[in-house]
């Protein structure tokens, strides 16, 4: 990585250590709270998308999965992952492909749990960002939603589910997409900055079969300016 500069993070106390871009496209808040809301499987999960490897290794730290797969398209970033796996001793347990998920997703299949913190922004509204590691990670570039969620749909296993992270003002276009895709919302859950305040993303949960959709209560990352509430504590530091 001599040609890009990185800083060293650290998260639940300094069990898991993230190295990653000093400049362009860096992991936020979203990473753990991702983490967090995943389900405990006894099988191995897929991230689409994976960066750094930021949420993969707190899922693993977590006890989540016994292995998981990451995949990303950026050289950078994939090379940045394989060492972040290494340096926290769980190279045996995420591996990282780089690839292109649209080219590589068909074969694929039969994966329990895939977990994704995908591209925010269409690429056809707004300004895109000119710096390419953040224009690939945070816009529709390459991976577009629908073509995520077709994706995805075709790698599950018939009881399998997809977890998320997107914009909550999105919603409705993701619902849309996800049900064109053949999947379907069971749990969702609102992410708001303050208590008094909307949303502002949410976390959802889909699978394969239509059901009732279990709506949870927000979450809610502040108790005041700079103060995280309690969950959110317990969240950031692994509990």
């Not at 394969?208 to 979450?219: F, Q, S, T, V």
Request: glycine share 8%; charged share 25%.
């Amino acid at each position: 990585m001599s040609d890009w500069q990185t800083t060293t993070d650290a998260f639940y106390h300094g069990k898991v250590v993230i190295k990653q871009p000093r400049r362009g496209y860096r992991f936020a808040v979203d990473s753990p709270i991702l983490a967090a809301y995943l389900p405990r499987s006894t099988r191995p999960a897929l991230e689409v998308g994976c960066g750094s490897g930021v949420i993969s290794l707190l899922a693993l730290r977590r006890r989540k999965f016994p292995a998981v797969t990451g995949i990303e398209i950026q050289e950078p970033l994939y090379r940045l992952a394989v060492e972040n796996a290494a340096a926290n001793g769980m190279a045996a347990r995420f591996r990282v492909i780089r690839g292109d998920f649209n080219r590589i997703h068909a074969g694929i299949a039969g994966v329990q749990t895939i977990f994704c913190n995908p591209p925010f922004h269409r690429a056809d509204r707004g300004k895109v960002s000119p710096d390419p590691s953040i224009r690939l990670a945070r816009f529709e570039v390459t991976l577009t939603l629908p073509a995520l969620l077709r994706g995805c749909a075709a790698c599950l296993a018939p009881r399998g589910k997809l977890f998320l992270i997107f914009p909550f003002a999105r919603r409705e276009e993701l619902l849309e997409a996800a049900d064109r895709a053949g999947l379907h919302a069971t749990r969702f859950r609102p992410v708001q900055p303050f208590a008094d305040s909307k949303p502002d993303r949410f976390l959802a949960q889909l699978g394969k079969a239509d059901g009732r959709c279990r709506r949870e209560a927000p979450l809610v990352l502040f108790r005041d300016r700079g103060v995280y509430t309690a969950e959110m504590e317990r969240i950031l530091a692994g509990e």
